[in-house]
């Protein structure tokens, strides 16, 4: 059933996949003067940096509160993974592009829903429904509309199979993290996810600067400020607070409504080259989109299986019967 919820989750779903659809066209111009693993540190040490302040006040305001959580383990182990997850999508993916083409990062980025869906299986206890199913295909075909051209131009060859790999290898990193991250916000709140997750990456980036960079992400010495205000888009907006809008819908919408709207980030990427780069925009480009959009929508409203009965419920079913 349609609701003035699923207008509004979809809405902001919409929002994220705006922003993130953005961060390639930020990512190519500091791409002009650093390194991918100096700019994905320097994007997660600026996000720490405003998150702090909203982590000191959540702390304490949580601690005002009756049983708060000071006694909940820390669980390393979960935000190690995160963090690691961070580092293909973060570093690998522009590395992807460069020793393949970006017509193949366009078509392998298609499969991130698949990989999201697919993992929600085993990591969260999810069941692949059929409206499921019918909904993702639905969205495929939506964008296939809209990537059209990059399936055409795409060339899968042996020269670029590490380039490709890599593209890979950060596409199953995103549906690793985002899928993974629902499984933690059952004990932490997303300010806390990203807080931490963030600090393993930025420090797992630091070390793959130092070992693979000719330039190492300390030597900034002549940085033009449109690379800074790059930097600064990509920590404040595009890790900042669209995975904070994320991981609060993440928490509270049924992950295959998140995973089939990702694929509006391939819309919004042509959108932003019509109005950016003068490129044109065309008829099945506009129709893909609709079609994601209405797939989304149709997701939250009849994609969700009911939840299970309890066991007090069961047994009231059974004396009744």
């Known amino acids: 059933m349609i609701t003035r919820q699923t207008f509004i ?23 002009d003067h650093l390194s991918d693993s100096a700019i994905s540190f320097y994007s997660f040490v600026l996000a720490i940096i405003i998150l702090t302040p909203f982590m000191v006040f959540e702390r304490r305001s949580a601690a005002r509160v009756r049983g708060a959580r000071s006694a909940r383990p820390f669980q390393f182990g ?6 690691a997850a961070i580092l293909p999508p973060s570093i690998g993916a522009s590395w992807g592009i460069e020793h393949s083409t970006g017509s193949n990062g366009a078509i392998l980025y298609l499969t ?9 299986v085993p990591v969260l206890g999810e069941r692949l429904t059929w409206p499921r199913i019918a909904m993702l295909l639905l969205a495929m075909v939506g964008a296939y509309l809209v990537s059209r051209e990059d399936f055409l131009a795409g060339k899968f060859t042996t020269s670029t199979l590490l380039g490709n790999l890599a593209i890979l290898s950060a596409v ?8 993974y991250s629902k499984r933690v916000l059952a004990h932490y709140s997303e300010l806390e996810v990203m807080f931490y997750s963030y600090g393993v990456a930025a420090l797992l980036c630091a070390a ?4 693979i960079d000719r330039k190492p992400f300390f030597d900034v010495v002549g940085l033009p400020l449109s690379t800074w205000l790059a930097i600064g888009a990509l920590g404040s907006v595009i890790w900042g607070i669209s995975v904070v809008l994320f991981l609060w819908l993440l928490k509270r919408v049924d992950i295959a409504e998140v995973s ?3 694929y509006l980030q391939s819309f919004f990427g042509v959108v932003l080259s019509v109005l950016l780069l003068g490129e044109r925009l065309r008829l099945p480009q506009i129709a893909g989109g609709l079609i994601v959009l209405i797939s989304t929508f149709l997701a939250g409203a009849f994609g969700t299986p009911p939840p299970k009965a309890s066991a007090s419920e069961q047994q009231r079913v059974s004396r009744a019967g």
């Open 9 to 31: 989750n979809v809405g902001l779903l919409s929002l994220v996949s705006f922003f993130w659809g953005s961060q390639f066209v930020v990512y190519r111009h500091a791409a």
């Open 78 to 83: 979960s935000f190690l993974l995160l963090g």
């Open 112 to 120: 991130l829903p698949i990989f999201m869906l697919v993992l929600s």
């Open 172 to 179: 199953v990193g995103s549906a690793l993290y985002n899928t």
């Open 208 to 211: 793959a600067s130092l070992l």
């Open 260 to 262: 089939i709207s990702l």
